[in-house]
């Protein structure tokens, strides 16, 4: 309706003295492109297909993730919707779209939670479409207790942070605490791809956490994962804030997109003082597949069933030469 475009600010640029009728026609022109452009973006992202091999459908008893509704400080205004979706005959899917609209869309995994220590692989695949300037998080990991900020353990595989580029975060860390990556191979306007997460040890005991962000093709010439070359880390895993001083460093998978109007530091620092995107940002997580911790129920779609846990050499190349250290896979 024409109320709700002004409400959403599509239709504030008219002079005060414009016909009603020209602002009411103007309104309707504008809402049938959103429209359309929101129904496009249904069927396509890109190239992508928003569903690899499947459609977008409502979920189903199945499906892994939550239908109800969880706040978050990371985005508070307006209040948390639960707008996820599904890709049909994948239980383990997420798909979440803003539709260029103001508001706070998140959902999460909480029956579905596994505990970091037996964790060694996760996979899944990956579409991005129509997201850069929108502050998107669409598949990451958060451990029961957070505090710390980058020492908390929070590991962000796939992140809008800063909203113009694909990133693998850790809740902020730098070096040495973690090494963040930008993925030169993914446009967040469209990119279609996989992700890969190992645990592995270092020389001196440390368990650390690899993620790294490739293309399908790197990805099939990996037997389903990517090549650990050149990749995201995090060094000290079981030394976060959630793994230790008693906490049960007990995970929980959860995915968003905060296009509100405020929030935490969080929210501050990944906008980078812009406001709510516009934009209709779209993407899927497909297939999740961990190995290392045992499901049961509906969350036993997550098992893998095949999987590599040998990690190729390139895995050492993943920090800075000045702060590398020498890594075995576990």
Not at 247 to 272: K, Q
Not at 274 to 285: D, K, L, R, W, Y
Not at 310 to 315: D, E, S
Request: overall charge negative.
């Amino acid at each position: 309706s024409t109320q709700n475009l002004v409400m959403a600010g599509r239709c504030t640029d008219f002079p005060l003295e414009a016909p009603v009728k020209t602002m009411s026609v103007t309104c309707i022109l504008i809402c049938l492109l959103e429209w359309a452009r929101a129904d496009n973006v249904l069927v396509k992202s890109g190239s992508s297909t928003v569903c690899k091999g499947s459609k977008m459908e409502t979920p189903t008893s199945d499906w892994v993730w939550s239908t109800h509704v969880i706040p978050s400080p990371s985005c508070t205004e307006p209040a948390a919707q639960n707008v996820g979706q599904m890709c049909q005959g994948d239980p383990t899917s997420i798909v979440m779209q803003s539709h260029g609209l103001t508001g706070c869309f998140s959902t999460s995994m909480p029956e579905c939670k596994f505990s970091m220590r037996e964790l060694k692989q996760l996979d899944f695949e990956l579409v991005i479409g129509n997201c850069g300037g929108t502050w998107a998080a669409p598949l990451w990991m958060t451990p029961n207790y957070w505090g710390g900020g980058g020492k908390s353990g929070e590991i962000d595989m796939v992140e809008l942070c800063p909203i113009t580029a694909v990133m693998t975060n850790f809740a902020g860390a730098e070096p040495p605490t973690g090494y963040p990556k930008r993925w030169a191979v993914a446009d967040p306007n469209d990119f279609s791809g996989h992700v890969t997460l190992w645990q592995q040890m270092a020389n001196d005991g440390k368990h650390g956490i690899t993620v790294k962000v490739c293309s399908n093709n790197e990805a099939a010439e990996n037997g389903g994962s990517c090549s650990g070359h050149d990749a995201a880390f995090y060094p000290d895993i079981f030394g976060s804030i959630g793994c230790t001083s008693g906490h049960d460093c007990e995970y929980m998978l959860v995915s968003d997109i905060w296009n509100g109007l405020n929030g935490d530091d969080g929210f501050r620092a990944c906008r980078g003082g812009s406001g709510p995107s516009h934009q209709t940002c779209t993407f899927s997580i497909q297939h999740i597949r961990i190995s290392g911790p045992s499901f049961t129920g509906k969350c036993n779609a997550l098992t893998s069933k095949h999987h590599t846990l040998a990690v190729p050499a390139g895995i050492l190349e993943n920090v800075s030469a000045q702060e590398e250290p020498e890594l075995l896979i576990v």
